[in-house]
């Protein structure tokens, strides 16, 4: 660890602390009702309504479906990209060799490559799981709503919409957590080349998330209070 420098440090702490602390804004903070995550779960609640009040329910399975599906083509990348990455870390010195190359890397030591390349790992390793679990709680989405009476009454129907919507809404955070991972992964890529450059690309992609989640057109249209 003493070939680490101070730099690769620095910029490590840095993108913990970004992607850490960007979780906490748009899920946690008082402003992540403001976000499209909280705009999102209102969208579910009346999907939620509408889907009791129907007595074919098809086309909501077939949007589950569509969700399922897309979480699927992730979870199977990023195996092929775990795998692809234990493949780099048994040629580790090959890898060293091509990124010597690059314009304006900086010689590394066989330490701090493999710490590089382990990190990278470990976000994909949490991009899978978050998929994974995503998965499963659509596949609970999709019992729940097959075990959703048609035109409940009273508070049963309330506690029904809640129910359905908030499995939904969990869903959909836990496959939005592994979208983050991977802008992030990205961004971890770069500290291959210069720490200077991993600690810019991870600050632009909380730049680029937060456009996105907060301030994107998308939300505009979908938040009444900013239509």
């Given at each position: 660890m003493s070939s680490i420098s101070t730099l690769d440090w620095v910029a490590l702490g840095w993108f913990l602390a970004a992607w850490a602390g960007y979780g906490w804004l748009s899920e946690s903070s008082r402003w992540?009702?403001?976000?499209?995550?909280?705009?999102?779960?209102?969208?579910?609640?009346?999907?939620?309504?509408?889907?009791?009040?129907?007595?074919?329910?098809?086309s909501d399975a077939a949007l589950v479906g569509n969700l399922m599906q897309s979480v699927s083509f992730y979870a199977n990348t990023t195996i092929y990209i775990i795998a692809g990455l234990l493949a780099v870390l048994g040629a580790l010195?090959?890898?060293?060799?091509?990124?010597?190359?690059?314009?304006?890397?900086?010689?590394?030591?066989?330490?701090?490559?493999?710490?590089k390349l382990l990190l990278l790992l470990t976000v994909f390793v949490v991009a899978y799981f978050k998929f994974t679990w995503s998965l499963r709680q659509f596949n609970m989405l999709s019992i729940l709503?097959?075990?959703?009476?048609?035109?409940?009454d009273g508070a049963g129907r309330e506690r029904m919409v809640?129910?359905?919507?908030?499995v939904n809404s969990?869903?959909?955070?836990?496959?939005?957590?592994?979208?983050?991972?991977?802008?992030?992964?990205?961004?971890?890529?770069?500290?291959?080349?210069?720490?200077w450059l991993f600690l810019f690309?991870?600050?632009?992609?909380?730049?680029?998330l937060y456009?996105?989640?907060?301030?994107?057109?998308?939300?505009?249209?979908?938040?009444d209070d900013r239509g």
């Open positions: 992540s009702q403001r976000g499209l995550m909280g705009v999102s779960h209102r969208f579910r609640l009346d999907w939620a309504r509408e889907m009791l009040a129907r007595d074919l329910r098809v010195d090959q890898a060293m060799r091509f990124t010597a190359d690059l314009p304006f890397a900086r010689a590394t030591s066989r330490e701090l490559a493999e710490l709503i097959g075990a959703s009476p048609t035109n409940p809640q129910r359905v919507a908030m969990l869903a959909g955070d836990e496959f939005n957590r592994g979208i983050r991972a991977y802008y992030f992964g990205l961004a971890a890529v770069a500290w291959f080349i210069q720490p690309l991870t600050a632009l992609v909380v730049v680029v456009r996105r989640d907060f301030t994107s057109s998308v939300l505009v249209v979908l938040d």
